[in-house]
Nanobody, 116 residues
Framework: QVHLVESGGGLVQPGGSLRLSCAAA????????MGWYRQTPGKQRELVAL???????NYADSVKGRFTISRDNAKNTVYLQMDYLKPEDTAVYYC??????????WGQGTQVTVSS
C-alpha cells in the first residue's frame, strides 16, 4: 500500500526553482507531521524541512531563506518550494510523515539535479 506519492523533481539550472509535492492518504495526513529529507550517494539522509499538523515549520540551516515548506490540508498534500537552487542541493528528496497515532512512512523519493 502506497501512503505517500511524491512529484516535481527534475533538472534545473543554478539559481532556478522547483516545487516538490507529496500527496498522502487523508487519514494519514490529518494526524501527521510532514517533512522533506534528502540523500546523496554515500551520505546519510538529512532533514530539509518539517511542518507540524499545526503549521509550525523548521528548516535546515543550509536551506533557510531559500526553501519553503507548506501543507494544504484540503488536498492532503505537502509542498517544498525550492528557490535559488545550488548544485549542492542535488539529491534524492524524500517525503516523510510522522505520527504517534498512525505511524511513520516514507515516499519513494524524487531526484532533484541542479546543474548548468
Amino acid at each position: 500500500q502506497v501512503h505517500l506519492v511524491e512529484s516535481g523533481g527534475g533538472l534545473v539550472q543554478p539559481g532556478g526553482s522547483l516545487r516538490l509535492s507529496c500527496a498522502a492518504a487523508r487519514t494519514l495526513f490529518s494526524f501527521s507531521d510532514m517533512g522533506w529529507y534528502r540523500q546523496t550517494p554515500g551520505k546519510q539522509r538529512e532533514l530539509v524541512a518539517l511542518i507540524s499538523t499545526g503549521g509550525s515549520t523548521n528548516y535546515a540551516d543550509s536551506v533557510k531563506g531559500r526553501f519553503t515548506i507548506s501543507r494544504d490540508n484540503a488536498k492532503n498534500t505537502v509542498y517544498l518550494q525550492m528557490d535559488y537552487l545550488k548544485p549542492e542541493d542535488t539529491a534524492v528528496y524524500y517525503c516523510n510523515s510522522r505520527s504517534k497515532l498512525v505511524g511513520d512512512y516514507w515516499g519513494q523519493g524524487t531526484q532533484v539535479t541542479v546543474s548548468s
